[in-house]
């Protein structure tokens, strides 16, 4: 699933696109994704001039001069296509612009989504309700964490998955944080000291830095708006990697938590 990085870099993608142009088409190829879009969609963007592209935790969004923000979500497989050369039988939504640009969001799994949401109220859409603090923003501190974290027994690792604590963040970039960290994943997120929360934050900024600078991780169907892929999966340090090498000696372990796998280095992570 695209994760913060590729929704980061897809937004800064579309922004040289879009930013300031005026939609002068909008067609929809089929009656949804995982839920229906919007019936009156077209009516309501075509005409409209895009005033700025932004993201909320794995979400994009597009904001217009008509006060309507459309938010997309790229599910498992989705990938907006920039001036596609054809249209694709996945190609479930085309946006064209007054320039003669035209874009397409193909999603073959189906299971992202479209909305369109009063830009006025943003932080109202359902989704953005309980979510916590942008582990970009300025909001996401040590201190932060250990009041949000204060006698949850839980581990660090599913800790940092609950969106009502750090939005945005996913498995592959939490386990390669808690790497970086050298904080053991199954470590009770309540007990963690501030020194190791400020180790935890500096290396959840590091990682996502790098993968956003990378273009994000292509794993499977993710592809950057220009067709390129992201490259950052061949910095993993312990993702995907079960049985190889660590730097420091050791070999990097994999155990499945919450219907995930949590990759890590028994050697080096004992914080």
């Known amino acids: 699933m695209p994760e913060l990085p590729e929704v980061e870099t897809t937004v800064r993608g579309l922004t040289p696109v879009l930013e300031g142009q005026v939609l002068s088409a909008v067609e929809t190829r089929r009656a949804g994704l995982r839920r229906a879009f919007p019936e009156d969609l077209r009516q309501r963007l075509t005409g409209a001039r895009v ?8 979400y994009g969004l597009i904001d217009t001069d008509r006060g309507d923000t459309m938010i997309f979500h790229l599910g498992m497989s989705g990938r907006w296509r920039v001036d596609p050369g054809e249209v694709l039988p996945h190609d479930h939504l085309l946006l064209e612009t007054a320039a003669g640009r035209r874009l397409a969001l193909n999603d073959p799994r189906r299971f992202g989504s479209v909305d369109l949401w009063p830009s006025d109220r943003i932080e109202e859409f359902p989704a953005f309700r309980a979510l916590g603090p942008e582990p970009l ?79 994000g991780s292509t794993l499977r169907d993710y592809a950057r708006p220009d067709g390129e892929l992201g490259y950052f999966s061949k910095q993993f340090a312990v993702y995907g990697r079960e049985g190889e090498a660590c730097g420091c000696g050791g070999h990097v372990h994999r155990y499945a938590e919450g219907g995930r796998s949590t990759f890590w280095c028994p050697a080096c992570q004992r914080g």
């Open 51 to 58: 005033t700025g592209l932004s993201r909320r935790a794995k």
């Open 137 to 215: 923003g300025p909001g996401f501190t040590a201190r932060y964490l250990r009041g949000a974290l204060d006698g949850r027994r839980t581990s660090i690792k599913l800790a940092l998955l609950d969106q009502r604590i750090v939005a945005g963040l996913g498995n592959i970039y939490v386990c390669e944080a808690l790497y970086h960290a050298r904080i053991q994943p199954r470590r009770a997120a309540g007990r963690l000291s501030l020194s190791r929360l400020e180790r935890l934050v500096a290396a959840v900024h590091e990682v996502l830095d790098a993968a956003i600078e990378a273009g």
